[in-house]
């Protein structure tokens, strides 16, 4: 069931591009982790991937009216679930592989926890008819809005001094300054996504939460870019 008509192209073509950059971003990361066996490159494909899908329903919500499957998809994939398998390849990343597995097993864990609570929520189909439907609205039951608090908040944060850390650890060494400031680049979409999305879900400000979708995700991929050229040998 369709909650309503929908609400134009001019909102809906920045969730469209977004997905369209993260399916691009996410494809380049698993052809890397295919050829060099990186697990922080895998499992980023996979955190790049549900942006893509949980922007495209978005998209779908925003373009012909949210139906109840939009919303779980967007919900689940980049409200609860997005940020934490972004850190998770950060601590792949920085952290030895005992660890990061470690992390990875009891992120997996918490996936089982949230799939099922997501997919089998009561919703409120009025609530639907809104533009930028907020989970509180939408959810008859507070454990699913939660989810996106206890889940994403805390990894937002550690995902985000990571990427300080690790720029800082980087400083004054010229052989490094393309990943630096890629690094700090990633960063600074994932805040641009966090806070733009953060705003505009909670005053209602739909143009800003869609913009900052696919302006956080062309930043951290242009970030991307940076930290993974190559410098050319002085000679």
Same mark, same amino acid.
């Given at each position: 069931m369709?909650?309503?008509?929908?609400?134009?192209?001019?909102?809906?073509?920045?969730p469209?591009?977004?997905?369209?950059i993260a399916?691009?971003?996410g494809?380049r990361l698993?052809?890397?982790?295919?050829k060099?066996?990186?697990?922080y490159e895998?499992?980023w494909?996979v955190?790049?991937?549900?942006?893509?899908?949980?922007?495209?329903?978005?998209?779908?919500?925003?373009v012909r009216g949210?139906t109840?499957?939009d919303y779980?998809?967007?919900?689940?994939l980049g409200?609860?679930l997005?940020?934490?398998?972004?850190f998770?390849?950060?601590?792949f990343?920085?952290?030895?592989?005992?660890?990061a597995?470690?992390?990875?097993i009891l992120?997996v864990?918490?996936?089982?926890i949230?799939v099922?609570v997501v997919?089998?929520a009561? %919703?409120?189909?009025g609530? @639907? !008819?809104?533009?930028?439907?907020?989970?509180?609205?939408? =959810? +008859? #039951?507070?454990?699913?809005? &939660?989810?996106?608090q206890f889940?994403s908040i805390?990894?937002?944060?550690?995902l985000?001094?990571?990427?300080v850390w690790?720029v800082?650890?980087?400083r004054?060494?010229?052989?490094?300054?393309?990943r630096?400031?890629?690094t700090?680049a990633i960063?600074?979409?994932?805040?641009?996504?966090?806070?733009g999305?953060?705003?505009?879900?909670?005053?209602?400000?739909?143009p %800003?939460?869609?913009?900052? @979708? !696919?302006?956080?995700?062309a930043?951290?991929?242009?970030g =991307? +870019? #940076?930290a993974?050229?190559? &410098?050319?040998?002085a000679?």
């Open positions: 369709i909650a309503a008509s929908g609400h134009g192209w001019g909102l809906a073509v920045f469209l591009g977004a997905a369209i399916t691009v971003f494809a698993l052809t890397r982790y295919a060099r066996r990186r697990p895998g499992v494909a955190a790049l991937l549900m942006y893509a899908a949980a922007s495209f329903a978005m998209f779908l919500g925003v949210w109840p499957a779980r998809v967007y919900w689940l409200a609860v997005n940020v934490p398998y972004l998770a390849g950060e601590v990343l920085l952290t030895g592989r005992a660890v597995r470690g992390f990875l992120l864990a918490a996936t089982a949230a099922p997919s089998n009561d %919703l409120r189909p609530a @639907l !008819a809104n533009r930028l439907p907020l989970g509180k609205d939408v =959810f +008859l #039951r507070a454990t699913p809005y &939660r989810l996106a889940y805390p990894a937002y944060f550690l985000l001094g990571a990427l690790s800082w650890k980087m004054g060494r010229p052989e490094l300054r393309d630096a400031v890629g700090f960063a600074m979409g994932a805040t641009l996504v966090a806070i999305s953060g705003i505009g879900a909670a005053f209602h400000v739909v %800003l939460f869609s913009v900052s @979708l !696919a302006a956080g995700v930043v951290m991929f242009a =991307f +870019l #940076r993974g050229r190559r &410098r050319q040998p000679r």
